[in-house]
């Protein structure tokens, strides 16, 4: 007897690498019983800070089934973003993830590429494909689904290539093979604990986000805290830090994604470039840039705060 499972699970996989993922690994869709309540004890800490969108859906959050109706798999797909240059030295730092085009564009159009190979090749097969627009955990599936372990600054890692990618996923109401958790592998290294400038890592796999680099350049729209200037590290845009310091991140290797190189101006502006923005240049360096989110006006706060 044929085994479709094991023949579709194939397909998907190679699929998905010929479409540029660094990786696939597939669940079975079912409620998330070990993050439910760390998920809870999170929120109930104000982790979340000013993102009151993460109390939202809280059983969404843990259970697929409630997010897209019949779904069998959760197929999670790891796409890698690591640049081949680096900002100059004397420059405000932007997030690596920023470089080049809004990557949720850019993945959201390989997902539904992967989501019509699969009904052209199986047949009527529902679901939906999400990047980071959702509530949907995409680091506890990505970890469920055996792609690379949780480390203690909460992002996903793996052996192979350290933790500089995007995580998306297809959740469709196909039933395949499912992949096996792995083990982690940070043992007593605590590198990126002791290097966040905010301690926004309070204990081992506890990131406080409303203490986060990120979270303040990023998500807060109100004024920068006093309390954490000269903390900030010269990120004007997220903050890799705890990423940079990895031991695993020495094994990166430059993503091959054209849509992820950088405007050339990104790489070569200074602090002063920075200092002296105006709004034309901020819209034609990132007019397709995730950096969008935090508008002209965020970015000039962040620098100004920098600069201060």
């Known amino acids: 007897m044929l085994n479709h499972k094991a023949t579709y699970t194939e397909l998907i996989k190679s699929e998905a690498k010929r479409l540029g993922f660094l990786s696939c690994g597939i669940s079975k869709a079912e409620f998330l019983e070990a993050e439910a309540p760390r998920l809870e004890a999170w929120l109930q800490k104000h982790m979340n800070g000013e993102m009151h969108y993460m109390e939202n859906h809280f059983d969404k959050r843990l259970d697929p089934t409630l997010l897209v109706e019949g779904s069998k798999s959760v197929v999670s797909l790891l796409l890698n973003y690591y640049p081949s240059e680096l900002q100059t030295e004397d420059s405000y730092k932007l997030s690596k993830y920023a470089y080049g085009n809004d990557y949720h564009h850019v993945i959201k159009h390989k997902l539904k590429s992967l989501l019509y190979f699969i009904q052209d090749e199986i047949g009527e097969v529902g679901g939906r494909a999400f990047v980071d627009s959702a509530p949907v955990l995409d680091k506890a599936w990505a970890a469920k689904s055996g792609l690379g372990w949780i480390g203690k600054h909460s992002n996903l890692l793996t052996q192979q290539v350290g933790s500089f990618y995007f995580i998306a996923e297809l959740i469709i109401d196909l039933e395949l093979e499912y992949d096996h958790i792995t ?7 605590t590198k990126c604990i002791d290097a966040c400038p905010t301690e926004a890592i309070t204990e081992p796999y506890v990131v406080d986000g409303s203490k986060c680099i990120s979270y303040f350049t990023i998500e807060l729209k109100e004024n920068l805290p006093t309390e ?20 695993w991140n020495k094994f990166s290797k430059p993503h091959n ?16 470039d920075w200092e002296e923005i105006t709004e034309d240049t901020f819209k034609e360096v990132f007019q397709k840039s995730a950096v969008k989110r935090t508008k002209f006006s965020g970015l000039e706060r962040n620098i100004r705060f920098l600069k201060s």
Do not use: I, R, S, Y
Not at 231 to 243: L, P, R, T
Not at 261 to 267: I, K
């Open 183 to 189: 083990t982690d592998h940070c043992g007593t290294c």
């Open 228 to 247: 954490f200037k000269g903390k900030f590290d010269d990120w004007m845009f997220g903050c890799d830090v705890c990423q940079d310091v990895c031991p």
């Open 257 to 272: 994604e054209p849509l992820f190189n950088p405007h050339p101006e990104v790489l070569d502006m200074t602090k002063k």
